[in-house]
């Protein structure tokens, strides 16, 4: 029931008639966002005339992100437009559905599952750097895209020899996901203009729907574990199992995060690394210093090894968290931080907007990886890269440890070094890296230590 002295939120500054805060939208989003707090916990912002309710606090999006009454769903134009992508995935599914879906995929993110995937990702980042050269320049965000789907691939599909095949599949997930962005995501008629770009998307779609039609029912005759998220996948379960649309379904959603949000991720941290060279040195010596990927070497072991590292992509996912901004709907009429929410609206959160705010966390644009000594980021107030509570990214797990040990892999063995060129970030369907060229430099055994 709500409070009757409760308020609409505060309209946030510098909004024009009729087309309120699209401009600045359009032209500077991320300012706009760490802009907010500074109006409220919760700030109306106007796209055109429909009022959009940001948060813009831990607390408040605590209130979101935990609502036993589930008073905020995933809905609006946003989520129809993912639905028509991936389906009725985990990401994207309504709450009502999302329980059941986690509960069945569930086992496939084990803790002691992990180790296996380790090994994987490992073999994966060793086979796509070995063709990597002294002073080659990379363009660095597509070649992270490129490991990423890999590794992704890799960890989906074990029981696959790597093929001609596998290598068309690998380029139809890169199309696949390249064409994702925000604005597509929010004007699906893009989708059905006759481009060049547009033909090529819906041929890799197909090809990709297809292989996966194929694997589920191989994976159905086979019945036997490999070891990989497939597996699981369609054997997790007793009586009821996910059935074949909701593998596919919940595999497109692993296979768009996987690669997008991973990549860009990925992307970042050699960025930070390229600009910090005690750090980039601090990080070498670490991975250099432990026997990292002994098959069947327990997972939790090397990332114990690993805190510098994981330091380093927690700040990253501090900094510049791949997934900068998601929606709700709030399906009733609900108040959050004091602030009464009229049923139907649309509420984002940001954790790019919760990541910036100094009270949370001092000096927010300086990159400090030491801000995580002794602290455990999952376990911190205000920290979403991952989301929060029942919908919290079932693959956070997974995540984090693909992008800690890829950067030790890659460090132990190279120094990424800055190019001429400005890098800013650019807000697509996730937070990227615009502009990064990197140079490569074969990095000596037995990297030294800088204080």
């Excluded at 750090?279 to 991975?287: F, G, I, N, R």
């Excluded at 927690?314 to 959050?336: Q, Y």
Aim: net charge positive.
């Amino acid at each position: 029931m709500l409070q009757k002295n409760t308020d609409r939120p505060p309209r946030a500054p510098g909004g024009l008639p009729l087309l309120g805060h699209l401009k600045p939208l359009l032209t500077d989003p991320l300012g706009l966002l760490e802009s907010l707090p500074r109006t409220g916990d919760v700030v109306e912002v106007r796209f055109g005339r429909t009022p959009t309710y940001v948060v813009c606090s831990a607390e408040a999006a605590q209130q979101v992100l935990m609502n036993p009454d589930h008073a905020f769903d995933k809905g609006g134009t946003f989520y129809e437009n993912m639905r028509s992508i991936v389906g009725d995935g985990m990401a994207t599914c309504p709450m009502s559905q999302h329980k059941r879906l986690r509960l069945l995929a569930q086992p496939a993110f084990r803790s002691d599952r992990m180790t296996g995937y380790a090994h994987t990702i490992h073999t994966q980042v060793d086979a796509f750097t070995s063709p990597w050269r002294h002073g080659q320049a990379l363009d660095v965000l597509p070649q992270m895209r490129s490991l990423a789907t890999r590794s992704t691939l890799a960890t989906m599909f074990s029981r696959r020899e790597p093929g001609p095949e596998i290598a068309g599949l690998r380029q139809a997930v890169t199309d696949f996901v390249e064409h994702q962005t925000i604005l597509r995501m929010i004007s699906p008629g893009l989708n059905r203009l006759p481009t060049p770009r547009n033909h090529r998307y819906r041929r890799s779609e197909a090809r990709l729907l297809r292989f996966l039609d194929d694997e589920i029912a191989a994976y159905r005759q086979d019945g036997r574990d490999h070891g990989d998220l497939m597996s699981m996948f369609t054997t997790a379960g007793d009586s009821d199992r996910l059935n074949d649309q909701e593998v596919r379904d919940t595999a497109m959603t692993v296979l768009l995060g996987g690669v997008t949000a991973t990549a860009v991720g990925h992307a970042w941290a050699l960025h930070q690394l390229s600009q910090d060279s005690d750090l980039d040195a601090e990080v070498a010596h670490e991975a250099q210093s432990v026997a990292l990927f002994q098959e069947g070497r327990p997972a939790a072991e090397v990332m114990e090894r690993l805190p510098r590292t994981r330091s380093v992509v927690a700040e990253i996912l501090r900094r510049r968290a791949p997934s900068w901004i998601f929606p709700r709907v709030a399906v009733t009429d609900t108040i959050i931080a004091t602030r009464r929410i009229p049923a139907g609206s649309q509420v984002l959160l940001s954790p790019y907007a919760l990541h910036h705010r100094a009270d949370l966390f001092p000096d927010p644009e300086n990159f400090d990886p030491r801000r995580w000594d002794g602290r455990d980021p999952h376990r911190t107030t205000g920290w979403l890269p991952f989301g929060a509570g029942a919908s919290k990214c079932i693959g956070y797990e997974l995540a984090f440890m693909d992008l800690t040990l890829s950067l030790a892999c890659i460090t132990r063995s190279w120094r990424l070094q800055p190019c001429p060129g400005s890098v800013r970030p650019r807000p697509r369907l996730h937070l990227e890296p615009h502009g990064l060229t990197l140079r490569l430099a074969e990095r000596e055994p037995g990297c030294p230590r800088r204080p």
